[in-house]
């Protein structure tokens, strides 16, 4: 199986549709709304706007009409890229233990409260255990799963959901679908004030594991049926997460709410080892999930903005996570010092049609203590790299355009002139970091009185 570089052809620019700041058909100083909606476990070759053979129509049209963004890199695995998502910062600076956000970090919630946007998160958690973790991170409302409670068997985040929303445990029902749940309750969400602007951060429990079927497969009709686990469900996955961001979609443009969107689609790792995905010119990818590989770490993103936007576009700009916060701050007309002190690089301009400040490398620190803070990752690696160039903290260099597999390691002196040239770049940006070897803890745990993580089972008291 082949890892392989997308070959996506060029859109054509609409006539018409380049809007540059202070253009657009909003009024002046209007806040947009802003939703954020990040695919679990999707690496970039599941949609068929970057060649995959699944069916993806809502998001291939998203990316017809807005900006595809070919060089988005996210942390790979689930918490480490939610932390830097949603703090502007590198994993090393507050990232201390799986499934938990270090309580003295702020993040985009924060942000859009201070900016005077209503806020709400709807979805996948994971980031402690308490109800009142979601207020304190700058959620005035909230439907997720992985809150409160530990795993307990069947069901959970697809059929027969566990769900709790604004303080209260949703009543359980195997004809339910988690998925559906969450996107009704952003409906409902926004349908309650629309005078005041809104930010939406939708982390989606789809695609992830386990692999079953959705209300669309033939086989939901059969209670047995629906928590049978099949790798050939994923397709079926992936087309349901599709649908139901392009009801999104639809809502807000029968609703009059589209224009002043802005509305951002990104996967937060690779996908699970265990796909296989055959793309369109007949190659196969296998995902990367937990590797810091091209596969593990290369996600999906398409970004619109209404009548803001500018042409639909490819942009091969690099973009990391840490980009997202001074992003929506950028959008939200809004910034503080500690927005100020984040380590990312607004991409703004490129989806208004300008061209930005684009950055020269992405950095990925990754150590996800999984298993625990005691016991490092197998996997736990420190990068930098370009376009075409990554370079490890341990001295693997390898040009990633041409072997994205990472299986010819360029020794010293032995690349090309460019090739060690950029060696020596990365290598100098690289030194600006602290030092750093698999297992440091470069932070210590936070943990507020009262916001203490009290996981329970379903049932308990």
Same mark, same amino acid.
């Given at each position: 199986?082949?890892?392989?570089?997308?070959?996506?052809?060029?859109?054509?620019?609409?006539?018409?549709?380049?809007?540059?700041?202070?253009?657009?058909?909003?009024?002046?100083?209007?806040?947009?709304?802003?939703?954020?909606?990040?695919?679990?476990?999707?690496?970039?070759?599941?949609?068929?706007?970057?060649?995959?053979?699944? &069916?993806?129509?809502?998001?291939?049209?998203?990316?017809?009409?807005?900006?595809?963004?070919?060089?988005?890199?996210?942390?790979?695995?689930?918490?480490? &890229?939610?932390?830097?998502?949603?703090?502007?910062?590198?994993?090393?600076?507050?990232?201390?233990?799986?499934?938990?956000?270090?309580?003295?970090?702020?993040?985009?919630?924060?942000?859009?409260?201070?900016?005077?946007?209503?806020?709400?998160?709807?979805?996948?958690?994971?980031?402690?255990?308490?109800?009142?973790?979601?207020?304190?991170?700058?959620?005035?409302?909230?439907?997720?799963?992985?809150?409160?409670?530990?795993?307990?068997?069947? !069901?959970?985040?697809?059929?027969?959901?566990?769900?709790?929303?604004?303080? #209260?445990?949703?009543?359980?029902?195997?004809?339910?679908?988690?998925?559906?749940?969450?996107?009704?309750?952003?409906?409902?969400?926004?349908?309650?004030?629309?005078?005041?602007?809104?930010?939406?951060?939708?982390?989606?429990?789809?695609?992830?594991?386990?692999?079953?079927?959705?209300?669309?497969?033939?086989?939901?009709?059969?209670?047995?049926?629906?928590?049978?686990?099949?790798?050939?469900?994923?397709?079926?996955?992936?087309?349901? %997460?599709? #649908?139901?961001?392009?009801?999104?979609?639809?809502?807000? #443009?029968?609703?009059?709410?589209?224009?002043?969107?802005?509305?951002?689609?990104?996967?937060?790792?690779?996908?699970?080892? #265990?796909?296989?995905?055959?793309?369109?010119?007949?190659?196969?990818?296998?995902?990367?999930?937990?590797?810091?590989?091209?596969?593990?770490?290369?996600?999906?993103?398409?970004?619109?903005?209404?009548?803001?936007?500018?042409?639909?576009?490819?942009? &091969?700009?690099?973009?990391?996570?840490?980009?997202?916060?001074?992003?929506?701050?950028?959008?939200?007309?809004?910034?503080?010092?500690?927005?100020?002190?984040?380590?990312?690089?607004?991409?703004?301009?490129?989806?208004? !049609?300008?061209?930005?400040?684009?950055?020269?490398?992405?950095? %990925?620190?990754?150590?996800?203590?999984?298993?625990?803070?005691?016991?490092?990752?197998?996997?736990?690696?420190?990068?930098?790299?370009?376009?075409?160039?990554?370079?490890?903290?341990?001295?693997?260099?390898?040009?990633?355009?041409?072997?994205?597999?990472?299986?010819?390691?360029?020794?010293?002196?032995?690349?090309?002139?460019?090739?060690?040239?950029?060696?020596?770049?990365?290598?100098?940006?690289?030194?600006?970091?602290?030092?750093?070897?698999?297992?440091?803890?470069?932070?210590?745990?936070?943990?507020?009185?009262?916001?203490?993580?009290?996981?329970?089972?379903?049932?308990?008291?």
């Amino acid at each position: 199986m082949n890892t392989v570089d997308m070959h996506i052809p060029a859109k054509a620019a609409i006539p018409g549709m380049l809007l540059l700041a202070g253009t657009a058909a909003m009024n002046a100083g209007e806040k947009p709304n802003i939703i954020l909606i990040l695919a679990d476990d999707m690496g970039y070759e599941c949609l068929g706007a970057y060649g995959s053979t699944y &069916s993806t129509p809502n998001l291939d049209r998203m990316a017809e009409e807005g900006i595809l963004f070919t060089h988005a890199y996210a942390q790979p695995l689930s918490t480490p &890229s939610r932390v830097e998502l949603m703090t502007g910062r590198y994993n090393h600076r507050n990232y201390v233990e799986f499934g938990f956000l270090n309580q003295d970090q702020q993040t985009f919630g924060n942000l859009a409260k201070e900016a005077g946007y209503r806020t709400c998160i709807a979805g996948k958690w994971q980031l402690g255990a308490n109800s009142a973790l979601p207020g304190h991170f700058g959620f005035d409302r909230y439907c997720l799963w992985q809150l409160n409670y530990k795993r307990s068997g069947n !069901g959970e985040r697809y059929a027969d959901p566990l769900i709790e929303a604004d303080g #209260k445990v949703l009543g359980r029902d195997p004809d339910s679908y988690g998925p559906d749940i969450f996107e009704s309750y952003i409906e409902d969400f926004i349908d309650a004030d629309r005078e005041k602007p809104f930010f939406v951060y939708w982390p989606m429990a789809l695609v992830h594991d386990p692999f079953v079927v959705t209300p669309d497969s033939p086989e939901w009709d059969s209670a047995e049926d629906r928590y049978a686990k099949d790798n050939r469900h994923f397709p079926e996955m992936v087309s349901y %997460c599709d #649908k139901l961001v392009g009801k999104l979609i639809s809502y807000l #443009k029968d609703n009059g709410l589209y224009e002043n969107t802005l509305i951002i689609f990104v996967g937060d790792n690779g996908t699970n080892r #265990k796909i296989v995905t055959r793309m369109k010119d007949g190659n196969e990818i296998q995902g990367g999930k937990g590797t810091a590989t091209e596969n593990g770490t290369h996600v999906p993103m398409i970004a619109t903005f209404g009548s803001r936007q500018g042409a639909p576009d490819i942009c &091969s700009d690099l973009i990391d996570f840490s980009d997202f916060l001074p992003t929506l701050s950028q959008a939200m007309g809004y910034r503080n010092g500690w927005v100020r002190g984040s380590d990312g690089r607004s991409f703004l301009p490129q989806i208004e !049609g300008r061209k930005g400040n684009p950055r020269e490398w992405v950095f %990925c620190h990754y150590d996800s203590f999984f298993q625990g803070a005691d016991k490092p990752e197998k996997n736990a690696k420190r990068f930098i790299r370009n376009h075409t160039y990554k370079l490890y903290s341990t001295g693997e260099f390898f040009n990633v355009a041409d072997d994205p597999a990472e299986q010819h390691d360029i020794l010293p002196g032995e690349g090309s002139r460019e090739a060690e040239r950029d060696r020596r770049s990365l290598a100098k940006e690289l030194a600006r970091f602290p030092a750093w070897k698999a297992g440091d803890i470069p932070v210590q745990k936070v943990e507020y009185p009262g916001l203490e993580s009290r996981s329970k089972k379903y049932g308990e008291d």
